[in-house]
């Protein structure tokens, strides 16, 4: 009898954890991924130790990457996306659609693993983004790092003074983003004791609501943090360019109960993590639901994996915000879940 196969959708850093489970298991997997290439926004993420590894898992990202293309027993399609999926029995029946080609491919299972999405920044033009050239978000400087190996303003000098503002597109109910990300509190100051081991002298401050700290470690690194860094409680108001090549960056200064106003050469705005823009568009195909911030929902709180139709599975950040560590322990348990299921067929 040939093995059952399995549907994994999205080509993340969950969705390849969840295809490498399976085919350890001897199962037939399928990877589809709508975009040129696998790995997600974890491939973009760059290497922040410092002369210690300060576990961003961007290592771990890049070895799934080339472990899920070693491996010859898991089909990849790439610029491909599901548009139907049928149930027949026992199986579903998966329409995949790549240039306009359409393929229907038999299956016994599928796990969800689109991901999620940056916020878009522009969507709060009081921090100036795509206005000031040297308003970054966390993501721009990620890829900027990954690149040159350096960061620098974009007339070419390096910045004396960076600020970080937390919570930009998370925690913010008036644009309906209620929740906090998880993520961006480690990412911010992971990237800024990076940039301080490179650039003598750095200047940085953060300006936050509060700090998440949970993680193994990260309470002591985010002490040393505070050793090299100013933290400043309070979300500023206004970003904007000043006429002389800096940034002056508006906030209400609490302790001394007034506006303030200070200069940096280059401000990163930490941004959250939103659903997927087509998840609406793919739940419905699927026929599962999503929750009141618009991830995928697991009906049951003690099944994280699991959705309302049977045989199909959630992994990774699509089913909320989660950090690399926490999409790949999601992503195995959502391989364990289809494996236990598919013993039952």
Sequence with gaps: MRQPAVLVVGGGVAGITSALSLAESGLRVHVVER????????????????????????????DKIEGLRSNT????????????????????????VRRDNGEDVSLNAVIV????????????????????????????LEEQI????????????????????????????????????????????????????????????????????GGKGFYEFYQGCRKRMR???????????????????????????????ETFDMVVLSVGMVPAPDTTDLAQALGVSVNRDGFFSAPDPLEANQTDVEGIFLAGSCHGPKDIEGSIAHAQAAAMRTISFLGTL
């Design 35 to 62: 975009d040129e290439d696998i790995g997600g926004h974890g491939a973009k993420l760059c290497c922040k130790a410092t002369e210690v590894c300060h576990q961003c898992g961007a290592c771990i990202v890049a």
């Design 73 to 96: 027993g898991i089909s990849v399609m790439t610029r491909t996306e599901l548009r139907r999926l049928e149930r027949n029995d026992r199986e579903f029946q998966a329409h995949l």
């Design 113 to 140: 693993a689109t991901g999620f999405a940056p916020f878009d920044a522009r969507h709060k033009p009081q921090f100036g983004y795509k206005e000031c050239a040297d308003v970054l978000t966390g993501l721009d």
């Design 146 to 213: 990954r690149a040159t190996g350096s960061v620098q303003r974009s007339d070419g000098r390096r910045p004396r003074t960076i600020a970080f503002i937390q919570c930009v597109g998370s925690r913010d109910a008036h644009i309906g983003n209620n929740y906090c990300s998880g993520v961006c509190c480690k990412y911010a100051l992971r990237m800024a004791s990076l940039l301080q081991s490179r650039i003598p002298d750095l200047e940085v401050t953060v300006f936050y609501m509060d700090i998440q700290i």
């Design 231 to 261: 933290f400043t409680r309070a979300i500023p108001t206004k970003v904007a360019g000043n006429g002389s090549g800096t940034l002056e960056v508006r906030y209400e200064d609490v302790e001394r109960g007034h506006l303030a106003e």
